[in-house]
């Protein structure tokens, strides 16, 4: 933040302040016509920087910045990041008070030292398996095929490996796992040189908009809860802060959380206003946002209350590599809890 900002408690104290100073001025203005009340200067800018993908979980933030929910007082300034190396550079940022990541990227960022705390869930089960060979009904279908899976060694691969074991497939013996990009997998179906492919949203949308063949064959949430024995989603995405902000800055910490969990649901409820700031910030096309809302899995919850389905997530991970969330579960300091 630049050097003049002030926290969010001391403008408040500055308002009070300035009615308390605008009542005794009337006051006084009764008692003597004549005298002139003094004139209230402009409230100081607090600027915050935030920072996001161009993807689900930053879809709120974009409300929060259009709809001026902290204020006409605060200036938010949004940065995108597309790349781990850029992600990590915001993370230690001193200008930076939150940033949207995914799950796994906080934790290994926490687990490395960086002044980081999760404050909440926000994005779920956004991976899927889809298909366009009608042969494939079920998990024992794919004995023998070959499964395109995006980003290797990523929560993407270690959670469908997962999957597929429960289901009694065994990766390189039972079944082929070949890695490719995100786009590639994406044109390789829609091409028919692959018949099965683990994809996210709102890639996948985008797809059966150009082949209403294809279908999703597994249901992630379903499988997680199968596994885990537990009856939440599969998380993936969330909001995290500075240790640092919530040190100096409680309150806004406190009314960023609120405010986002509000500006996440008006993303469920207007989907194509937020498709159509989905297309002004991140230039994405605003017609398969709309229709990938409603399938992107966004639902708030806190950290706090959390806990027990993300350490079962980072165990799962952990499971196929220590280096996935760092080499440790996370301790409680890295879970966000209001003061």
Request: one cysteine or more; a neutral charge.
């Amino acid at each position: 933040m630049k050097a003049k900002s002030v926290y969010a408690l001391c403008l408040s104290l500055l308002l009070s302040l300035f009615f308390m100073l605008s009542a005794c001025s009337q006051q006084k203005n009764e008692n003597s016509p004549k005298s002139a009340a003094p004139s209230a200067g402009p409230a100081e800018i607090l600027n915050i920087t935030v920072g996001g993908p161009p993807s689900p979980p930053s879809l709120p933030i974009l409300r929060l910045i259009e709809s001026k929910a902290l204020g006409e007082s605060v200036n938010i300034e949004f940065k995108t990041w597309e790349s781990i190396d850029t992600l990590t550079a915001l993370a230690k940022d001193n200008q930076v008070s939150f940033l949207a990541l995914p799950l796994n990227n906080a934790v290994v960022m926490y687990n490395k030292g960086m002044d980081l705390s999760l404050m909440n869930v926000n994005t779920w089960s956004v991976m899927s398996m889809i298909t366009t060979d009608p042969s494939i009904q079920s998990w024992a279908d794919l004995k023998g095929k070959t499964l395109y899976v995006p980003m290797k060694s990523s929560p993407v691969d270690y959670i469908t490996q997962t999957f597929l074991k429960h289901n009694g497939l065994e990766p390189g013996k039972d079944i082929t796992l070949h890695y490719t990009q995100l786009a590639e997998g994406a044109q390789l179906l829609l091409s028919g040189k692959a018949s099965t492919i683990v994809s996210i949203q709102p890639q996948i949308t985008a797809i059966q908009m150009k082949n209403d063949q294809v279908r999703s064959i597994v249901d992630y949430k379903k499988e997680w809860q199968q596994v885990t024995k537990l009856n939440t989603d599969l998380p993936n995405a969330g909001l995290a802060t500075k240790q640092s902000v919530i040190a100096s800055q409680p309150e806004l910490v406190a009314r960023f959380q609120e405010e986002y969990q509000k500006a996440l649901q008006w993303t469920l409820d207007n989907p194509k206003e937020a498709a159509q700031l989905a297309n002004k910030y991140f230039k994405l096309d605003a017609g398969v946002v709309e229709k990938a809302i409603p399938h992107m899995a966004l639902d708030f919850a806190s950290a706090s209350e959390s806990k027990e389905v993300l350490s079962t997530y980072y165990q799962t991970l952990m499971n196929y590599s220590k280096d996935s969330i760092g080499g440790k579960l996370p301790d409680e300091q890295f879970y966000y809890q209001p003061k």
